[in-house]
């Protein structure tokens, strides 16, 4: 079984920082692609950030410049950090994975953790 459990939500005043992590675990044979995504009240979920096992990182073009993503393929662990935060940046942040599990060979798949809540007081 394959988990994804983040952390580094919370309460944080408008032009605060806050740091997310989500770490894999379970059986886990590879991790390709890892990223955020994440959903505000009333509104469709979205893409924040992605990064590849290698290669380019893709942000939501109105996030360039104060979020950073970054992974520790040592810890299958990614991380989301959030830097300016805005109260508009008020969501519930998911973390995405695409895992191919040692049970099932050949055959990656999506992967989400519960959500963590981040909310930007003005």
């Known amino acids: 079984q394959v988990q994804l459990v983040e952390s580094g939500g919370g309460l944080v005043q408008a032009g605060g920082s806050l740091r997310l992590s989500c770490a894999a675990s379970g059986n886990i044979f590879s991790i390709n692609a890892m990223g955020w995504y994440r959903q505000a009240p009333g509104k469709q979920r979205e893409l924040v950030a992605t990064i590849p096992s290698g290669g380019i990182t893709t942000y939501a073009d109105s996030l360039k410049g104060r979020f950073t993503i970054s992974r520790d393929n040592a810890k299958n662990t990614v991380y989301l950090q959030m830097n300016s935060l805005e109260p508009e940046d008020t969501a519930v942040y998911y973390c995405?994975?695409?895992?191919?599990?040692?049970?099932?060979?050949?055959?990656?798949?999506?992967?989400w953790g519960q959500g963590t809540q981040v909310t930007v007081s003005s």
């Open positions: 995405n994975a695409r895992i191919t599990a040692r049970s099932v060979p050949f055959m990656p798949r999506d992967y």
